[in-house]
T-cell receptor, first 110, second 112 residues
Framework: EDKVVQSPLSLVVHEGDTVTLNCSYE??????LLWYKQEKKAPTFLFML????IEKKSGRLSSILDKKELFSILNITATQTGDSAVYLC??????????FGKGTKLTVNP | DAGVIQSPRHEVTEMGQEVTLRCKPI?????LFWYRQTMMRGLELLIY????????DSGMPEDRFSAKMPNASFSTLKIQPSEPRDSAVYFC??????????FGQGTRLTVV
């Protein structure tokens, strides 16, 4: 059975801090790993990673995948209160099944 | 494109009633997913379709739940009879083969 484990489950930081969120996975016929941000409504897409070692960046957010060790990290630098959200990691296998971890709840205090 | 469209946005129903949730995926997307989200369990995959065919329904909690996708532009998730423990936010998402999945705004279901 495909499995995605995220850590930590929750994190409280101050504005300006840098955070690293972790995602480890076991999936049959791995195709991609995706990161989403969920505030009060639906998850919104951040990154899709398919190859090891290639960093994806978007502003203060970046992510990288290690297919040998079966994990990914999401980094957020110079955090802002607007970064407060649940960050979800998901994997997509050969059958295109999309399985999510339980998420990391990030709280950024002013 | 308007994105994934779900209806209704909110549903309050009495225990024992039938509930039908609806989803219109993004045009051209060939995979459709139904998820249930609760505080305790997070986002659980209930069922997903590929090219309108159900591929994996192992996440469907029990026989009270059923899902259909009669064509590429419409899917339903039905709960009959509904129970208070079914209260959750139900999300529909769609994806194309090489793209990420996009979510609808969800249906918040409350069964009293």
């Amino acid at each position: 059975e495909d499995k995605v484990v995220q850590s930590p489950l929750s994190l409280v930081v101050h504005e300006g801090d840098t955070v690293t969120l972790n995602c480890s996975y076991e999936v049959t016929n791995f195709r991609s790993l995706l990161w989403y941000k969920q505030e009060k409504k639906a998850p919104t897409f951040l990154f899709m990673l398919t190859s090891s070692g290639i960093e994806k960046k978007s502003g203060r957010l970046s992510s990288i995948l290690d297919k040998k060790e079966l994990f990914s990290i999401l980094n957020i630098t110079a955090t802002q209160t607007g970064d407060s959200a649940v960050y979800l990691c998901a994997t997509q296998g050969g059958s295109e099944k999309l399985v999510f971890g339980k998420g990391t709840k990030l709280t950024v205090n002013p | 494109d308007a994105g994934v469209i779900q209806s209704p946005r909110h549903e309050v129903t009495e225990m024992g009633q039938e509930v039908t949730l609806r989803c219109k995926p993004i045009s051209g997307h060939n995979s459709l997913f139904w998820y249930r989200q609760t505080m305790m369990r997070g986002l659980e995959l209930l069922i997903y379709f590929n090219n309108n065919v159900p591929i994996d329904d192992s996440g469907m909690p029990e026989d009270r739940f059923s899902a259909k996708m009669p064509n590429a532009s419409f899917s339903t998730l039905k709960i009959q009879p509904s129970e208070p423990r079914d209260s959750a936010v139900y999300f529909c998402a769609s994806s194309a083969r090489i793209l990420s999945a996009f979510f609808g705004q969800g249906t918040r279901l409350t069964v009293v």
